[in-house]
C-alpha cells in the first residue's frame, strides 16, 4: 500500500526523483490520496496507470483543557472583539504575505485580532507586521502542541494557500464550530462548502478575502450558522468515519493478493 501524499507530488515534479516515484506507486498493491485533487495531480504528473482511492484525511479533536473565556482572556481578546484564526508552517505556498495583506483590507473599525498558530518561527514576517499597520492586531504563538484550547477560543479561519492538498487547519477548526474563509484552491473545496461551512475566494485576490472575512465579521448570525454546518461536516471527517474505509481498503488487498 502507497499514499500519494505531498511530499510524493513535490518529488513526482522533479526529473531526478519522478521515475522512482511512478516505479514505487506503479509497483503497489493499492495507493491512496487524502483528495481528488492530490490524486488528479498526482496522476497527471507521473502518468499513472493504477487507480488511486481517495481516503480523505481525519481530525481526532482532546478536549480542550481551559474554557473559551480563559484562553481569550490569555490573549486579551474582550468578550465582543472577533478573533481569526491561522495555523500552518508558515511555508512560502500558505502565502502568509497574502494574510497579512488580507487583513490590512479590513474595515479599521472591527476590533479583530489575528492568531497565528506558527509551526515555525514568525518573526520574518514582523516587518510586513509593522509595515501594514498592524501591530496590536496580531498575535503569533510558536510550538503550540494543545491547539484545541485556543481552537475553540476562535471566531472565524482564515486561511490564503496558493495550493493546498486538503488543509487540516481547516478540519479542525470545524470540529469546534468554527467557519473558515479560504482560497478556493487544490482539496480545500473538498473540505469548506462554499456558502455551507464557510467563505472561498479566488487565489491571490486579497480583495475577494477581505470582503468575505468582513461580512462574517458584521454579520454574527450568518458566521454561527455556518459555524453550526461546518461541526456537522466535520463528522465526516472523524475517525469513527474514515479508519473503516482504510481498513475495508487492506481488507480488499489482501485478499486480492491471497487468490
Same mark, same amino acid.
Given at each position: 500500500?502507497?499514499?500519494?501524499? *505531498?511530499?510524493?507530488?513535490?518529488?513526482?515534479?522533479?526529473?531526478?526523483?519522478?521515475?522512482?516515484?511512478?516505479?514505487?506507486?506503479?509497483?503497489?498493491?493499492?495507493?491512496?490520496? $487524502?483528495?481528488?485533487?492530490? &490524486?488528479?495531480?498526482?496522476? =497527471?504528473?507521473?502518468?499513472?496507470?493504477?487507480?488511486?482511492? $481517495?481516503?480523505?484525511?481525519?481530525?481526532?479533536?482532546?478536549?480542550?483543557?481551559?474554557?473559551?473565556?480563559?484562553?481569550? =482572556? +490569555?490573549?486579551?481578546?474582550?468578550? *465582543?472583539?472577533?478573533?481569526?484564526?491561522?495555523?500552518?508552517?508558515?511555508?512560502?505556498?500558505?502565502?502568509?504575505?497574502?494574510?497579512?495583506?488580507?487583513?490590512?483590507?479590513?474595515?479599521?473599525?472591527?476590533?479583530?485580532?489575528?492568531?497565528?498558530?506558527?509551526? =515555525?518561527?514568525?518573526?520574518?514576517?514582523?516587518? +510586513?507586521? +509593522?509595515?501594514?499597520?498592524?501591530?496590536?492586531?496580531?498575535?503569533?504563538?510558536?510550538?503550540?502542541? *494543545?491547539?484545541?484550547?485556543?481552537?475553540?477560543?476562535? *471566531?472565524?479561519?482564515?486561511?490564503?494557500?496558493?495550493?493546498?492538498?486538503?488543509?487540516?487547519?481547516?478540519?479542525?477548526?470545524?470540529?469546534?464550530?468554527?467557519?473558515?474563509?479560504?482560497?478556493?484552491?487544490?482539496?480545500?473545496?473538498?473540505?469548506?462548502?462554499?456558502?455551507?461551512?464557510?467563505?472561498?475566494?479566488?487565489?491571490?485576490?486579497?480583495?475577494?478575502? &477581505?470582503?468575505?472575512?468582513?461580512?462574517?465579521?458584521?454579520?454574527?448570525?450568518?458566521?454561527?450558522?455556518?459555524?453550526?454546518?461546518?461541526?456537522?461536516?466535520?463528522?465526516?471527517?472523524?475517525?469513527?468515519?474514515?479508519?473503516?474505509?482504510? +481498513?475495508?481498503?487492506?481488507?480488499?488487498?489482501?485478499?486480492?493478493? &491471497?487468490?
Amino acid at each position: 500500500l502507497a499514499a500519494a501524499d *505531498d511530499a510524493a507530488l513535490v518529488l513526482a515534479r522533479d526529473p531526478a526523483f519522478a521515475p522512482a516515484i511512478r516505479h514505487a506507486l506503479q509497483s503497489s498493491d493499492a495507493v491512496t490520496a $487524502v483528495s481528488q485533487f492530490l &490524486a488528479a495531480e498526482t496522476h =497527471d504528473a507521473l502518468n499513472l496507470d493504477v487507480p488511486t482511492t $481517495v481516503i480523505h484525511n481525519f481530525f481526532t479533536p482532546q478536549q480542550p483543557r481551559r474554557t473559551r473565556e480563559a484562553v481569550r =482572556d +490569555e490573549l486579551k481578546i474582550a468578550p *465582543d472583539q472577533p478573533l481569526l484564526m491561522h495555523l500552518s508552517n508558515l511555508r512560502p505556498l500558505k502565502r502568509i504575505d497574502l494574510l497579512l495583506h488580507t487583513l490590512a483590507l479590513l474595515p479599521r473599525e472591527i476590533p479583530f485580532k489575528l492568531l497565528v498558530l506558527a509551526g =515555525d518561527s514568525f518573526a520574518p514576517f514582523a516587518g +510586513e507586521v +509593522e509595515r501594514l499597520g498592524l501591530q496590536g492586531r496580531v498575535i503569533a504563538l510558536e510550538g503550540v502542541t *494543545d491547539i484545541e484550547d485556543y481552537l475553540h477560543a476562535a *471566531d472565524l479561519g482564515l486561511f490564503t494557500s496558493d495550493t493546498e492538498s486538503f488543509c487540516l487547519s481547516i478540519l479542525e477548526l470545524m470540529c469546534f464550530g468554527v467557519p473558515s474563509v479560504a482560497t478556493r484552491v487544490g482539496g480545500i473545496p473538498e473540505v469548506l462548502l462554499d456558502n455551507v461551512t464557510g467563505l472561498l475566494a479566488p487565489a491571490g485576490d486579497a480583495a475577494a478575502l &477581505a470582503s468575505q472575512v468582513t461580512a462574517l465579521l458584521r454579520g454574527p448570525p450568518r458566521r454561527s450558522a455556518l459555524g453550526v454546518a461546518a461541526r456537522a461536516r466535520a463528522e465526516r471527517f472523524s475517525a469513527p468515519v474514515i479508519v473503516p474505509q482504510y +481498513e475495508a481498503l487492506y481488507a480488499q488487498t489482501l485478499a486480492t493478493r &491471497a487468490r
